[in-house]
């Protein structure tokens, strides 16, 4: 029945057209609504038209249909869609009566996405197939369905809000196959109280096939990847519908496709959550937001949420996965699937992107000596210490590396192929190796900056830790520089350890004892005489730090004519009587002697002369009567600024007596 204002107002328009054209009053039907409104027809043709429809005779204003979205585009089958319709009414939302969305092709009235609301019982209806009837009456919000052979009405997920004018309906439909193909017209139409009706055509939509969602790639597509290494993996997922139509993502790493024990990682789409499967693969664990302060973890993995990260763009869905293997995983040979669900259920299943090899990394552990200064031109051992946990026989490769920076370039640069047994030096572009000799053979393998000597080379296998002794000579080119002492390792799934560094050395060449003169005589003690000693440094006479002359029936600094000249600081020594300390520090030049129980050094005749990398000491020397009798050596010693020496070299033989009375 109508309320009595509306019932006034129907009386007034009523008199008005009996007054204007002298008409008897008759009897108008009081279901006003049912009168005035555009039903489906019985034959099937031109049932809805765009226009205004009001009731004959009738004053007011129409209602009106404002929107209708989406306005164009395809329409899925056995996909849930939303169409948001928007009404109007001047006199208020109140005012609307009924509210519908008609989407069909024009020539026919069967077949058609027809819903309609009663906003005065606020009840929900489809059309029957036939197009004469409706089915329904649910309110919206109600968990149940409506349903004809062509569409679904989601009563649960339908719903109405009105503000002021204008009334807003969230329709939630899905489409059935029977519709596939079609071109269809989306119409809206409103009826207010009054029976004033607007019919608008707003859209135009084709019904097309759902389209499943795809799985697009997964990058790296190849690699080795170390356990306990955060590692980013990015996939990418696709839905013709949108990204926001994607509802889970997923990654799964494992030696076949299986959940079980495998890093198995799902990011939920729709509530923004990331998951990690359980270690038996029968359920998700976490629930945490990309970008969270947080790690999910099963026995085989860890998933860095805070470091994942989700990136819609058009129709794709790209997500970085954070991931740690864990050692679990290690040695298994893993392909690399995506797979991803839409909100219809619909899946591209498993696609297999990549295939990695899992493995715990090696690592360098040692090399000794750490320090110290290295002679040019010596042979020298460097015992350097390679780990792997997989066991030592994992181990690829093990290298050393010196240089004054880390580069293969000009370096002593060395390599033993585990593999393959063999040793390598690194060429002078440090571009390629040359050797490939079998450790203890006799040959040496060189380039202009070392000499790596085979035979004494060893290496040994202890558990999971390779020790290469490196028997080295340095050559002249490397001399001068101070150099880091770097080593390296690579297994056999390709992970390395990196070059670390160990140690530092300076490399240097040994300073030269030349000459002595006289290289023999018999001398009367208690007369000053002149020894001439010459010292050499390659590196320049700058170079030599301190020159010493030994004189005595042994080598050694007890009861000895044992003199030093430290050339840093121009200084001349003589040693004590036990041989345990210097005394004097006097320039040469100076008017004065040092002395012990053995020998004096006249410092004012002992000169000091330089020339290229030579130099010449002049020792004034007088042979005390203590030294009287005794058949001498002559030696003498250098060092220089690295701390290289030349030891003690033997060029001269004395006698010493008593003068004559």
Known sequence: MLNSNWKSRLLVTLLLVLACHGLMLVCASADLGEWAAIEPGSDGTDYVSDGDYLPTGALGSTPANVSLLPASGPLSVDKKLTFVCTYSDADGYADLAD???????????????????????????????????????????TETILSNSYITLHCEDTTVGGSENTLTINWSITVKSSMLGKVCGGWLYCLDQLGFVDIDRLATYTIVANQAPSNVSLTPTSGVIPTDVQQTYTSVHSDPD?????????????????????????????????????????????????????????????????????????????????????????????????????????????DRFATYSIGRPPSNVSLTPTTGVITAGVQQTYTAVYSDADGSANLA??????????????????MYDSNANRLYVINDAGTGWTGGIVPGTATTIQNSYVILHCQQTTVTPSGNNLTVNWSITMKPTMAGKVCGGWTYCRDDQGMTDGFDRFATYTIGQLPANVSLSPTSAMFPTSFPQTYTAVYSDPDGYANLADCRLLINSTLTSVGAAYVMYDCNANRLYVVNDSGTGWTGGIVPGTATTIQNSYVILHCQQTTVSPSGNNLTVNWSITVKPTMAGKTCGGWTYCRDAQGLIDGFDRFATYQYALPPD
């Open 397 to 414: 490769d093990c290298r050393l590396l010196i240089n004054s920076t880390l580069t293969s370039v000009g370096a002593a640069y060395v």
């Open 242 to 350: 949108g990204y926001a139509n994607l509802a889970d993502c997923r990654l799964l790493i494992n030696s076949t496709l299986s959940s079980v024990n495998a890093a198995y990682v799902l990011y939920d789409a729709n509530a923004n959550k990331l998951y990690v499967i359980n270690d038996a693969g029968t359920g998700w664990i976490g629930g945490a937001e990309p970008g969270s302060a947080t790690t999910i973890s099963n026995s085989f993995m860890t998933l860095h949420c805070q470091q994942t990260t989700v990136t819609p763009s058009g129709n794709n869905l790209t997500v970085n996965w954070s991931i740690t293997m864990k050692p679990t995983m290690a040695g298994k040979i893993c392909g690399g699937w995506t797979y991803c669900k839409d909100d219809e259920g619909l899946t591209d299943g498993f």
């Open 99 to 141: 509210c519908r969305l008609i989407v069909y092709q024009t020539s026919t009235a069967t077949g058609a996405i027809y819903v309609r609301y009663d906003c005065n019982t606020n009840l929900l209806y489809v059309l029957n197939d036939d197009g004469i009837g409706w089915t329904g009456g649910v309110a919206p919000g």
